[in-house]
């Protein structure tokens, strides 16, 4: 397996392109489209949040019969609590693109992500349509690019494993939580899979990565992850391509992390030898989540007492008289109780750019690994004034 | 009901201190002891997180029998994650007090709140129990100032009814959250009431009130809530006392959330006509504990997409397109999309040091309140610098 470039155009047959069509103020790209040559094998995963995006009931619809050729994506508004208007113009949105791309509405999904109540201004939409089918190329950055809100920089990846290729861009800044919240990605390959197997593969993946991530607790409401399968090389070795999968979406999931609201590092959390899998992600998971330890991160403080409580809150068993937890190399804590360590030194591991944090459990043989990041002023800053 | 002064003071019997013994760095007060002058009925209800503090686990054991006539609480140092010298030193500190105040050591019960994973300077909080049978008085502030951590402000309420008083004193400020987080709350009575029935009582005004307020998502490893009926002043009505305790525990969350750390406002989310009274405590507990609903409020930003997807993730059933939401007497949202609202009229009511949010379920008849506050720069600067 190899990295490659050109991340959703990297498989055979794909293409793609990002541009501006007029939502976003800031004047910047706001609208990306996928395609595949041929129509492809497709599956997905969506946010549990019970609100749903009206983008995400359209695409859930289109991909029942598990084939889809293109994805249409727009950035700035999120069309979700805007009730039948919204459909019908997740539904228009689809139809349009589907006339400029020759192929049935059903085979295009669509994707918005942004602002909460508004309505999309579907004239710029539309007008932006007009056209894509010769704009579509192997590009390089525009897709990804065009699907940001609050990232700071884009999230693409592509990797070569056998005879087969994945690649995949992403979008997710906050509201990036465990079960796939606030966060696109759209991954393509051109493996022969079908659906069935797909959304059992990506789901797998899913589970360790973008469902271990988390900026802050909320969960959004339009959160998705697709992929496309067009069958151009063939098939491929289950094994080695569930690997690939899950490599490219845990280096996903560790973007997003990395680049949470106002993070200034990613945080990685591995909670190891729990008693079940569910301790090891509860654990895990509890200790990413918790504001606490992130304001402690963000002041290089190895404040581990706030890592013992998130444990505690976790819902997991175990017995605190046996972890040990490790900053990097460094233990700091001894089976439940304060380790003799250099502070200096720690404080030194603490203010890297990725901060690996062990607790282990002593309990079982499951691990599991949480990515998070650290919390800031900053964050605090981008949501008090994030508004129309 | 009225209110009266002396807080923990005002029921009959009932005398206190708060004094200096050294454990804070700052100088300030962290030692303080509740005293009934005769042996009281008690109960308690304790903080979910698994981790427990030593003095939580000693309090338990002198609290088997229903009976305690003193309370005593050092801040600064939480004495959990201390293994079995943590345990040894809250048992140290009972049977000291209880020699000094002529007493069986089985009836003080013990708290500590602060800094998680130290032990407790026990030359300098022994020293201080020497003598405090003489300092007991009908104090007014001290005790609830001597029990701060990262308090602002004391916490103290006294109300008469009927024929009784119930007065207490509550310290939390950080780790607060629905299920007993980080706060103490110490409660007496001079009403005659049983243990079990005390119990009962306690339990039910806790889940209106300290389980149902948030500063972050922290469960803390030390909370208690406990109370101590001396009856001097015969028995109650079953009915009035628990009114009034429901009256003072409330009161006391709320001192609690406006005093969250780097809190600039309280805020109460009251979710009405839910289906069930758990789905009504889900969404409005959902809603204040949401970062970024809490960062929009920082910021006077009438984010209602926020608080949907806050009541999406709540896991309670809901119709999205029957919901109301309201701003203090403006509504925002209507029928689950948005209203037609004046901005400025909503800022106004938003820039107040208290904001009340009604969400309209319309799916039946159950209501829940939930408080909490914004979440702010300080909130984070507090917690990135607090340490030894």
Same mark, same amino acid.
């Given at each position: 397996?190899?990295? *490659?470039?050109?991340?959703?155009?990297?498989?055979?047959?794909?293409?793609?392109?990002?541009?501006?069509?007029?939502?976003?103020?800031?004047?910047?790209?706001?609208? &990306?489209?996928?395609?595949?040559?041929?129509?492809?094998?497709?599956?997905? *995963?969506?946010?549990?949040?019970?609100?749903?995006?009206?983008? #995400?009931?359209?695409?859930?619809?289109?991909?029942? @019969?598990?084939?889809?050729?293109?994805?249409?994506?727009?950035?700035?508004?999120?069309?979700?609590?805007?009730?039948?208007?919204?459909?019908?113009?997740?539904?228009?949105?689809?139809?349009?693109?589907?006339?400029? %791309?020759?192929?049935?509405?059903?085979?295009?999904?669509?994707?918005?992500?942004?602002?909460?109540?508004?309505?999309?201004?579907?004239?710029?939409? %539309?007008?932006?349509?007009?056209?894509?089918?010769?704009?579509?190329?192997?590009?390089?950055?525009?897709?990804?690019? &065009?699907?940001?809100?609050?990232?700071?920089? =884009?999230?693409?990846?592509?990797?070569?494993?056998?005879?087969?290729?994945?690649?995949?861009?992403?979008? +997710?800044? +906050?509201?990036?939580?465990?079960?796939? &919240?606030?966060? #696109?990605?759209?991954?393509?390959?051109?493996?022969?899979?079908?659906?069935?197997?797909?959304?059992?593969?990506?789901?797998?993946?899913? @589970?360790?990565?973008?469902?271990?991530?988390?900026?802050?607790?909320?969960?959004?409401?339009?959160?998705?992850?697709?992929?496309?399968?067009?069958?151009?090389?063939?098939?491929?070795?289950?094994?080695?391509?569930?690997?690939?999968?899950?490599?490219?979406?845990?280096?996903? &999931?560790?973007?997003?992390?990395?680049?949470?609201?106002?993070?200034?590092?990613?945080?990685?959390?591995?909670?190891?030898?729990?008693?079940?899998?569910?301790?090891?992600?509860?654990? /895990? !998971?509890?200790?990413?989540?918790?504001?606490?330890?992130?304001?402690?991160?963000?002041?290089?403080?190895?404040?581990?007492? !706030?890592?013992?409580?998130?444990?505690?809150?976790? +819902?997991?068993?175990?017995?605190?008289?046996?972890?040990?937890?490790?900053?990097?190399?460094?233990?700091?804590?001894?089976?439940?109780?304060?380790?003799?360590?250099?502070?200096?030194?720690?404080?030194?591991?603490?203010?890297?750019?990725?901060?690996?944090?062990?607790?282990?459990?002593?309990?079982?043989? =499951?691990?599991?690994? /949480?990515?998070?990041?650290?919390?800031?002023?900053?964050?605090?800053?981008?949501?008090?004034?994030?508004?129309?």
């Amino acid at each position: 397996m190899k990295l *490659v470039e050109n991340n959703v155009c990297a498989p055979k047959g794909f293409s793609a392109l990002g541009k501006i069509v007029g939502i976003k103020k800031s004047g910047k790209m706001d609208f &990306a489209v996928l395609f595949s040559d041929v129509p492809a094998d497709a599956a997905a *995963v969506y946010t549990s949040n019970k609100v749903k995006g009206a983008p #995400l009931i359209v695409t859930k619809e289109h991909l029942q @019969d598990g084939k889809a050729q293109a994805i249409v994506v727009n950035s700035g508004i999120a069309n979700v609590c805007t009730g039948k208007k919204g459909i019908e113009d997740a539904r228009e949105i689809a139809a349009s693109a589907a006339k400029e %791309l020759h192929i049935g509405a059903e085979d295009v999904l669509v994707a918005s992500t942004g602002l909460i109540g508004a309505y999309l201004p579907m004239d710029r939409l %539309l007008s932006g349509i007009k056209g894509i089918r010769n704009e579509l190329k192997k590009e390089k950055h525009d897709a990804a690019k &065009a699907i940001m809100t609050t990232d700071l920089y =884009e999230k693409e990846i592509a990797v070569k494993s056998e005879n087969f290729t994945i690649g995949a861009i992403a979008k +997710g800044a +906050g509201m990036v939580h465990p079960n796939m &919240a606030t966060m #696109l990605c759209f991954i393509t390959t051109d493996a022969k899979i079908p659906a069935d197997k797909l959304k059992k593969f990506l789901k797998s993946s899913v @589970d360790k990565s973008f469902n271990m991530i988390s900026v802050d607790m909320d969960m959004s409401t339009s959160d998705m992850a697709v992929i496309l399968a067009n069958g151009h090389a063939g098939s491929a070795d289950e094994k080695k391509f569930q690997q690939a999968l899950d490599f490219v979406c845990i280096e996903m &999931a560790k973007k997003i992390a990395r680049d949470g609201e106002g993070a200034t590092k990613l945080i990685e959390v591995e909670a190891k030898n729990a008693k079940t899998a569910e301790d090891a992600r509860k654990i /895990a !998971r509890s200790v990413i989540t918790s504001n606490l330890v992130k304001c402690a991160f963000f002041g290089n403080d190895p404040n581990w007492g !706030r890592i013992m409580s998130a444990v505690g809150s976790s +819902g997991a068993e175990f017995n605190e008289s046996l972890m040990d937890i490790h900053f990097g190399n460094v233990q700091i804590v001894s089976r439940g109780a304060a380790a003799a360590f250099d502070f200096r030194k720690v404080q030194d591991i603490m203010k890297k750019d990725c901060l690996k944090i062990t607790l282990d459990m002593k309990q079982g043989r =499951e691990n599991a690994k /949480a990515y998070g990041c650290d919390m800031t002023y900053d964050y605090v800053k981008i949501n008090a004034v994030y508004h129309t």
